[in-house]
């Protein structure tokens, strides 16, 4: 079965949470043959190690981690390629992957351009 983590920082404030549900369940209506879930890299109960554990056990074998990051940092250059290296020791029959942080894209463009307009 196809999964997909998809990972944020995670926040002291509990309505990011709440934010991060509701793009969660938009992305899930349009790929309603995904299993899609959330997960955090700290800050909340709802961890990336949880998270694999929970898809494993529900018979995933193949998990993508996406992160919702809008920067290529530390967590998405380091932390979790390490997390993955040891999900696979863990899980040796299960395919772990790591896609890509927002990042540079013209869509987000256009939404800071109405955020923008919508501001004037």
Do not use: W
């Amino acid at each position: 079965m196809r999964s997909v983590l998809v990972v944020a920082h995670g926040s002291r404030v509990k309505e990011t949470e709440e934010s991060f549900t509701s793009i969660l369940d938009m992305v899930k209506q349009k790929l309603p043959d995904h299993m899609i879930e959330p997960c955090y890299m700290q800050l909340a109960d709802q961890t990336l190690e949880l998270s694999v554990a929970s898809l494993v056990d529900r018979g995933a074998t193949e998990i993508r981690i996406v992160p919702y990051f809008l920067f290529t940092g530390v967590h998405i250059k380091k932390d979790i390629p390490q997390m993955i290296a040891g999900f696979q020791e863990q899980y040796p029959n299960v395919e772990i992957s790591l896609g890509q942080a927002l990042g540079v894209d013209e869509r987000l463009a256009d939404i800071l351009v109405d955020r923008i307009v919508g501001a004037s």
